[in-house]
């Protein structure tokens, strides 16, 4: 009978049971350059969809307000139509609620959310519908005075072309995520010249992993939409600042952790006033499709009070940047802006949230220069933007970076990295989700933003198999295990028994059912174990981790397997159950909750507390 260490072997050459000599630290595979070919493709159409975008919007923008045609992105404010400016945003609300009604509900809210949920739930599927109806819907939005960005529906454009394209081949639901993800990436760097935090966001946000299998197609992405922004839209940054000082001292820094504080309860506070909207808009007796039309009308009156709260308004972010922006204006963003962007916002109308969150936290940065240490012109309006998206979209890392790809001033990363994760800290214990994960929990989906290494991924199943088992010897016969099977305290609880060789060798498995059969029938109660049992068993290797072994247990549907070690020539171990492998989610969680002082202090003089005894 041929021993189960040479199929064993075998089988581990080609693969289908891995030993601790196949593991490595990444489990990334060749077909990683085909999804990072199609990824640079997806890139560069990224671009070209950002292009469009932009363009639209100007478009829209010319024609609400101005009666022309023309692409170029001008401001709102400029307009001369008085009081009939309240009509315009209604207008184009209206429009975008009968988009949604007849076209695509999924043109509705601010895109990022839109796009986890096509990656949690549809398999990371976008219709191509919305990949042509977001930017109309959204071009529409912006240009009729709607106070968004545009970085959140080209985020699902470019991911709705990442996954109409990844459609086209045959690839796994997460090829498709990637791609998906690829396209999103490829749209705001291109957007905002900013590659680096386009990355950073899909990671903390939208990939849900951090493996070279999608971090390398999504940064190649990234780039490739990063570099053709230099020739269809221009160089970086975007927000050009004067220099800031390399290091701000105590006083600054102790700025940053106010102006950290003060962000995250900014943030926590349009979090609520956008979902508090949202809710007041669902007790409204009328379709949702008019909803975004009295949104608009909020918009308008907002933008009949404060025109400069219409529109996305880079030029007034690049203003307080500058540090030349009047109170009156500041005071205006922080209280009109905010208002009429939460209101429109939950009402369903189609927009981006972080053109909106970097004007506030621009806003913000602005009231703070008045009693926070000067450190040059812009410091604290840039410091707050930062602060705000850290704290608001739960994306620290982002934060820091996109601050610094908008201008390019390298020295404000150090107050950056305190004040964002000052506010990101705030926000986490303060708020239970952010806003963009709040519209996912309230359509009935969960979802973590902890990412953390699985302790069935460093535990190996050696440190949780049992050795004190019952094996049977493939020439004993199946009358001559009955012993075994009902006496011997090991195997009481035993339902699968290896079968092994003299020299211990595995030849296969049987289990406690088959055995008592075997024993009750005359004509298999004299036969051979070796013959009786299972020759060609799913097993595990001593070395291998424990995930590898879970992820075998669901393929097959098996819950209990022999372990062999593959370095003493596939020589049985012992076993590993399910139950088994829960031990090392029990380790997990007692090395959470278990406190414990590892290292004491003891004086110099005086007897230690452990020798003193009471007389």
């Not at 220069?369 to 608001?392: D, K, N």
């Not at 004993?476 to 339902?495: I, K």
Request: glycine fraction near 12%; charge should be positive; include cysteine.
């Amino acid at each position: 009978m041929k021993s189960f260490a040479d199929s064993f072997e075998a089988r581990a050459a080609a693969g289908q049971t891995p030993g601790p000599f196949k593991l490595a630290d990444f489990t990334t595979s060749p077909r990683v350059l085909w999804i990072s070919a199609l990824a640079v493709v997806i890139g560069l159409v990224s671009s070209l969809v950002a292009l469009g975008l932009l363009r639209l919007i100007g478009v829209f923008t010319n024609l609400f307000f101005f009666g022309r045609w023309g692409t170029a992105l001008v401001s709102p404010a400029g307009n001369h139509l008085g009081a009939w400016v309240i009509l315009v945003p209604v207008a184009g609300a209206l429009i975008i609620g009968i988009m949604a009604r007849y076209g695509s509900e999924r043109i509705r809210g601010h895109g990022i959310p839109e796009a986890l949920e096509a990656i949690l739930i549809n398999g990371s599927k976008v219709e191509p519908k919305v990949a042509f109806l977001k930017p109309l819907a959204s071009a529409i939005s912006i240009g009729s005075g709607g106070p968004f960005g545009a970085e959140g529906p080209i985020i699902l454009t470019g991911g709705a072309f990442g996954s109409m394209i990844a459609q086209f081949f045959r690839l796994s639901s997460t090829e498709r995520k990637t791609l998906l993800v690829a396209g999103a990436a490829g749209g705001m760097s291109a957007t905002f010249a900013s590659p680096v935090s386009a990355v950073l966001l899909a990671v903390e946000l939208l990939l849900f992993e951090w493996k070279p299998r999608s971090l390398v197609p999504v940064a190649l992405a990234s780039v490739t939409a990063g570099a053709a922004r230099r020739y269809i839209l221009g160089m970086g940054p975007l927000f050009p600042v004067p220099a800031h000082p390399a290091f701000i001292g105590p006083q600054g820094l102790f700025g940053c952790v106010v102006c950290g504080l003060l962000a995250g309860l900014l943030s926590a506070l349009l979090t609520a006033a956008v979902y508090a909207a949202e809710d007041g808009f669902a007790h409204v007796p009328i379709h949702w499709m008019w909803w975004p039309a009295l949104g608009g009308l909020a918009v308008g009156l907002g933008g009949l009070v404060f025109p400069q709260a219409l529109g996305v308004g880079y030029e007034t972010i690049a203003a307080l940047l500058q540090g030349d922006v009047p109170r009156n204006v500041i005071l205006g963003i922080l209280m009109v802006k905010s208002v009429i962007w939460a209101v429109s916002l939950g009402s369903g109308t189609s927009g981006g949230v972080l053109a909106p969150l970097l004007l506030m936290g621009g806003a913000l940065g602005g009231v703070e220069a008045g009693f926070l240490p000067y450190e040059g012109a812009g410091f604290w309006p840039l410091v707050s933007m930062g602060a705000i998206l850290g704290g608001t979209m739960r994306s620290p890392f982002t934060g820091v970076i996109f601050a610094f790809e908008l201008t390019h001033d390298v020295n404000v990363l150090l107050p950056l990295l305190l004040a964002v994760t000052i506010a990101h800290g705030f926000t986490v214990l303060t708020l239970r989700r952010s806003i963009l994960t709040e519209k996912v929990s309230r359509r009935g989906y969960h979802l973590s933003r902890e990412y953390a290494v699985d302790p069935l991924e460093i535990l190996f199943v050696r440190e949780v198999m049992r050795t004190n088992i019952v094996a049977f010897d493939a020439a004993r016969t199946a009358g001559e295990a009955v012993g075994p099977l009902h006496g011997e305290q090991a195997g009481r609880g035993q339902l699968l028994y290896p079968v092994i060789s003299d020299d211990r060798n595995l030849v296969g498995v049987i289990t406690r059912d088959q055995l008592q059969h075997a024993i009750s029938d005359p004509e298999q109660r004299n036969r051979p174990l070796g013959e009786l049992a299972h020759q060609s068993p799913v097993v595990a290797a001593a070395g291998e981790p424990l995930r590898v072994v879970v992820h075998r247990m669901a393929e097959t549907g098996l819950t209990r397997l022999p372990v062999i070690d593959p370095e003493a020539g596939g020589k049985l171990a012992g076993m590993v159950s399910l139950s088994d492998l829960l031990r090392a989610r029990t380790r997990s969680l007692e090395e959470e909750r278990n406190r414990e002082r590892v290292l004491r202090l003891r004086l110099p003089f005086g007897t230690p507390r452990s020798k003193v005894h009471n007389t």
